[in-house]
């Protein structure tokens, strides 16, 4: 009999309306391939080359301040700048159309050291402050349509610097995934009345499968459609639409349960974490967007162990994301890890 | 005024509908992040740890024969099996189906130290041949209905065994991204009585600007909305649905221009070039699939030298896929290296 545990099989992502493949027997492989070096760890809490350490000097000359909290400022090196002119070319079927937007780094602690699981709950919460603040300043300018905050950690995940940081991207489109996720959520409100992650939430509680934690306000739980190995979810029970109206309760609760998601990624293989992390919420300067249920996803590439990902290479590229493990059994081990970082113990 | 090669932009995707973003600009920041290994050169012709070489002992016990052509075998650890049980599971929104197959491994060659670019034209034709008979066998299995055939090149790829292989994975649905292929091409063959390709090729030859290489036969381009940095894609003139199709002069063209693209590859960064290519055409055992036209990706992960690749993270995975130079650039870089392997010079 067909059973999810043991045989191959497809699950619909309904955030994106896409089938992913899962192949649970696939584990039993050896591995004789790409085996990464570990992180560096043990990090300074300041170091004079990194040009995101307070009061240190940025690519374009100008100087960090003695900054405390978390900090912003534009990148130095925007993917999408606020002066390109608008334009269009369309030759039937070569089109494109001119793309602007507002780059900016976030650094989440001064203390070069440090990760966001490291951090105090206090200290993240700061950081969401920021996130808070750059979301309402980024949305008064008009033609910004939609804010992505991210982050990505480790070397492996393409970050040049370890110092703790991640970006905001704010462009005059919507991205793709996001046209995807307004669809899937819009089509989910008109039929129920209610948003497709709050019924999605009822569910998984009810199953307690892929829940990793709760607290008052967020759960953390491994998405039944989840594509990398560790991938998770956060979600907030309440249905909001983007990060600006969590109330300070729920703030704190985000901060907490962010520490201890991280925290747990970092206890799996003893390691600093690697992941792209980030929130999806509603567009901006775009009419009403109701049907929109913030939550944050994480996507970690590691696999087997501290030093061996997932690689979604061949296959993948080509025809239909696919994975190893199955959801449930990559929550069953998280669930399972303490939610005290191993260095903290 | 709005210039591509200037002003960031995105561009349609014709094959999948999706819009992806170009940030020309962007190759201007130092880059301080993850340098790769080089990958060690100089492999021995036989070597007695391989399980692809000749003569040698696979992980289930088998012995390879000692092959002296291109040399097809069944997975021994397939992500898809063809006694899966057929089966539901759907719980509202938790929604799985089955999914069964077959999972093949290619030898191109039975020379370990060998690599397409540097296998004889002969020898490449080999393999055409063995991938049009794998696409004959597999069809005749009623219910696979995509054949994906596919080649992961080099450790950064995930290739875990560098004896030249290549995979065929056959599934019993239509995998994602031929899914939106198949659509974007049928709306078109409807529309207009031709194929896609046929016309998208016709505006490239007019244009000249992303052609690397023609011969009587095909074409080697960078397509306009190319996502990773030295993205190609090799399209048959003739609008045939799929590789069995081809008479033995097409079958001769297609191991030159596969040898040359290659070749142009490696001699980009003088260093293996890692990527993953595959085909793509028509699904079987699925009906009428006129619209389909045959061609061939090349997604390769290098940016800016043999060490330094594009890390598709952030903002690719959440948002929308990126790339930091243009198309055109691309194009003029490949197509000015010679078509000779630097090691055959
Ligand atoms: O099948 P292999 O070579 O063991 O594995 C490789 O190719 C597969 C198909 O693209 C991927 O799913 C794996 O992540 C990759 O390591
Ligand atoms: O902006 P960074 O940190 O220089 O660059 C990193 O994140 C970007 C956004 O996800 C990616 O486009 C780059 O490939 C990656 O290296």
Redesign the interface.
Known sequence: ??D?KE??????N?LTG??I???P??M???????VEDLPADNRPAYDAGCYLCPGNKR?DGSMNPAYENAYVFTN??S???SD??????N???????????ICRVICFSPDHSLTLPLMSEQAIEKVIELWQNEFAELSKHSFIK?I?I???KG???????PHPHG?V?A?S?I????SKETTQQQNYFQQHGKS?LS??LQ?ELQQQERIIIENEHFVALVP?WAVWPYETMIVSKRHVQHVLQFTDEEKTALASILKQLTAKYDNLFHVSFPY?A?M?QSPVNDGVHEEWHWHM?F?PPLLRSATVKK?M???E??????R?ITAETAAATLRSLSAIHYKEQ
């Open positions: 009999m067909f999810l045989h191959s099989h497809t699950r619909l309904i896409d089938w493949l899962v192949s027997h696939r039993k492989r050896p591995w004789q391939g790409k690519s130095d090196f993917a999408l700048l390109t002119p608008t334009g269009e070319y030759n039937s079927l070569l089109q494109a159309k001119s793309e602007s937007g939609y992505q991210f982050e990505n070397e492996i995940m393409g970050c040049s610097n970006q991207w462009s489109s991205p793709l995934e996001l497709l019924d999605y569910t039944f792209s980030g999806h996803h996507y690689f290479v061949g296959y590229m080509l025809a239909n994301p696919q190893d």
